[in-house]
């Protein structure tokens, strides 16, 4: 049985503790009486998956098993979540890939014969074949890639988008045609935490910017308390009532499924050990691997980090009617990341990894940074966040990772240009946001290459809005100073340094509380 | 003695002066106009371009010194008309003279030291003499006061008198030989012995940017070789007499005809040593333009004269110039007898000599006390001169030099980054240096080892025989210069006040941001023109063909491949420094046999990432801002149109090479067309500018390397973008705009799901 997360008051017992800082981490000694937040352990992983799978298929929530949903003749298309999830990667075989071996075999058993896969990438980069091949698994590329029955979703494809009318609050609901067309329209989703899954999988999964600039605006994200909670997220109400609207036309069978928190194989295991348990084993890995990662050139620890694959063990799979899954699937997701903090502190220590959801395969520029930051660890909480209102942020990373013109052409432009401007979210958004959108040269980037979309950057920056509303001051440790001023933020050498410059906010001795993130964790602040 | 004043014995009396437009010239014509208000006074000036005699003299006249003389003449227009005629004309061809003279002071002179051969001869020599027949043509009493130097000793050693110089040259021989030299180099400079070596080595720097540049280089390196050797051969003739230089040399024939006409004539000779700032009048250190030893006092108050030829011991003649102008209105007034030409040395070595030490502990001492603040790095460090002798100084400075010739080698062979152009910019820097060390310390090396004492007894006995008030009027006693005084309150204070008004103007300036362009403006028939490789992306033709050859093989083949590519590298780096058409041709040699169709397949599949990923953020910002902007893009590349395709979205016209293709679609390794290299791009926008209504001049230009000279030299706004080393110098001397527009570093990889820790 693991054990659960908790809470540590650094004491002089306490050794120095890891904190990740993009392609490296550190060891930091916290001052006396820091909270520490740690993830409970990896929950055991369900002994037989592809028993699992079946079960759900055949016992789905609230609505009737697959099989019965299948008949020949039918449209059927099988949506599945892009490479941002889960992170990092996971190892061969794919947890969806393997679900939807079962939905084509009982699709096969049915007799449809009229089956697409669509990647549910909304403005995110179009994947690339090996990447799609590395989800859905070799079989099933094999058989549809060929035949482009297994693509990319295009949010910029206007004759294949569909417009299914409007919510109450007169949100556009425009998404993809063949989805909303289908008969049966399966839902393959990978909840790593919690702010997935849900409504969010159709309404936003397959969703154009028509749709998505409802919900994904400065204006809504700050009233998003936090994302992690989708009963407190302005974001998750907007994707729940668009939900609600397109379950009225459209047919969901969602499949979702909750991962536990083995997220570093071996020998980097004791990345998601608590540090005064290390073996000598892995404190000689540890020392090792600091000593590598200190000389080795900047290409070479890109491709040690990204290289890394993920041997997550699956917690649990539901099916069904998307509310009803979407309950059982945050029970699970609680179960492996909650921990309970009394109180808020006056700073938050967070160390930001080396990958996030849009840098897979790429690198973590200074706003995907600031959006891992601000915008995720952030908003993992559930009722208050961690660091109280006009407290302080301390993050590490360097920043200094560049951008890669491949994948996030606008962001160099949004960095150079619009932040050079303001640093504001609304203000941005107000003068910029639509400019970005409707660039002919980031949509063609968006369509043919692997661009993320013009707006994507406005996006990542209105995550962070929340926070920067919430705390007076984000020092960055460890940061290239004149990066992080373009962001609006200050850079500091070390912990010490930061908590001095932070000491006109919150005093010289504030209290401090450090997530101890990754493996994911959700603090619940009572 | 109790005589009549200078002023009384000049009264009523007419002078002609030449040169008033020189230091000394406008020296003697101030003192003239305040201090012998009897004098009228006419100025022999050359008109220069549109502006005519009279209006250079006025021009001359409205300078602060003449202030006071103007103000009691009540007006610059009732000066001129009561005091100063003016005569338009030049001594290459001098006009005829005023008939009422009574005297003529010919201050005008070539007074660089190394002047080419003809021009020393014609201005120092045949002007003279022609000047001369002039004034005898102008009257038989006219006393003729000629302005020499007293290093007309020429490399003499010890006491020189006040007398003719010994010397046996044949003027007439060598007059005709300096003035025939022109003609001759010129010829000589069209053989083919000049123009091949010269040839060659523009073509090996510049046959990248095509023929017609290398052309225009060696033409520029004939002139420049003409310029060289006529101050070579002229110097080199002076030596093989017995003189430092050509324009010792050259005075020294000049007072041969002087004596000449001396035999008939009244004429005088005035032989001042080294003329400096005035002690004086009009003002202490008053001095105009740079004459012998401010280059060098300001180099080495910025502290780039390490070293100096010569002994501490030796002396520097220095003369103030106000020294020298009192004892030519003394001259004037004591005219000799005919046939008899009297010699004056204005000088102070004999008297008051001071040492080359000397002057450089005081040099040293005032910019001690007052130095140059070299932008914000606080005072320069100053030199401790040892006078190690010429030889030592010599051979720093061609080790110097030598090493000076490596670095530039190895600059111009390095791999272009922001290091290399930054040492460039050095190196460029020092070679000026050297170039000017070279330049001076060979000229000077002679001055400053001379020992020559200048002896001016006849000066000083002139001096003596002035009354008292005269001599406080006209002082030329040199005997009373305090060194210390004149150098450090008065000498260089005066020569470095203009470069500290310099500094703070520079330094008032606001530092342009590095790479900071100006926003577009909207306007119709502009183009932007682009070059690819290098500009836009961070990769080149070879890394871009490897790319695309490397897909189609498998893991053995794409090893043969590599290595058979590798083992070709060095004869490919070759050709691309020889000539890039050349170097394009041997890398599409390579396409021998492919498919074009697959070639396309291949670039829009593969290619595009692989592009876009190295494409430079700020270049698509750029193209996308003469975009708005309403001006056309326009990419020139030698690259095949394939490997375009990614970029197709970013520009109204591609100009790129086409594979040729046999009937079955099969490239046949050769080009459809040639490359478009070099000037052949200038050529090329020309035409598409004509066609297409784009007015170039207002256009702009955007490449990377020396081959794309032609294109950025065809549009009004050059911009070089990264520069290679050839091109960033030349950027730098034509005040192009250089831009930094690096591009991502981080690659992107391929996803192996496999992962490599599995």
Redesign the interface.
Known sequence: MSRPGFVLEVDDRTPPLIVHEGLGFRLESFPLGTRVIYPPESLPAVPDVDQAIQDALLHPQDMDPLPELLFAGMKLTIAFDDISLPLP?M??PDIRGRIIEHVLTMAAEAGVDDVELIAANALHRRM?A??L??IVGERVFRSFYPQGKLYNFDAEDRDNLSHLGTTEKGEDIEISKRAAESDLLVYVNVNLVAMDGGHKSVGIGLASYKSLRHHHNAKTMVQSRSFMDHKHSAMHHSAWRIGRVIKDTVKVFQIETTLNNDIF?KPYDFLQKREWEWSVKDQATMLGMRRGLSVAP??LK???F????SVYGLTGVNAGEVEAVHTKTLEKVHQQHLVEVQGQSDVLVMGIPYVGPYNV???LNPILATCMGLGYYFNSYLGQPVVRKGGAVILYHPLN???????H?SY??FY??VLAESTDPAVVGEKYEQQFAED??YR??YR????YHGVHPFYMWYWAAHAMDHVDEVIWVGADRKVAARLGFRAATTLADALEMASGTVGSSPSITYLHNPPHLLAHVK | MTERSVAQQLEGQHVLLTGVTGFVGEALLHLMLSEVPGVRVTVLVRPKGSTSAASRTAALLKKPPFAEVVEAAGGLEALMAARVGVLEGDLADTPELPTDLDAVVHCAGDVSFDPPVDEGFRTNVLGVRELLARVREAGPHIHYVHISTAYVAGRRRGSIPEGPVPQVVDLEAELAWGLGQRQAIEHRSRGTEILTTERKKAEKDHSRAGLLTAANATEEARKQWVKDELVRIGTERARSLGWTDCYTFTKALGERVVEEHALTNRASIVRPSIIESALERPYPGWIEGFKMAEPLILAYGRGELPEMPGAADSIVDIVPVDHVVAAIVAVLAHPPEVGTPAYFHVSSGDRNPLTFGELYQNVRAYFDDHPFIAGDRGATRLPEWRFPGSQSVERLLSTSERAFKVADYVIGHAPRSDRTRDLARKLDQQGRRLEFLRRYLGLYQEYAQAELQFSDGHTLELFRSLSEADQERFAFDTAVVDWKVYLQDIHCPAVTAPIRRLDEVRAARKRPVAGAQKALAEKPGVAAFFDMDGTLLSSNVIETYLWLRLRELSGTERFAELSRIAAKVPSLLQAERRERSAFLRSVYREYAGARLADLDAIADEHLTDHVLARLSPSAVRRIREHRAAGHQTILITGAVRPLTRPLLPLFDHIEAAELAVDDRGICTGYLASSPLVGESRAAWMESYAADNGIDLKQSFGYADSHSDLPLLAAVGNPVAVRPDVPLFRHARKARWTIVDWSSSTSSTRSLNPAGGLA
């Open positions: 990667t190892r061969p690339t090996a990447e091949k590395h194989p900047a290409k890109h491709k040690m990204h290289d890394l694959r395969n790429s690198s990772e560049g951008f890669n013109q491949l994948h052409p160099v432009d150079e240009e002919p040269w063609h980037l043919t290459s692997h661009a």
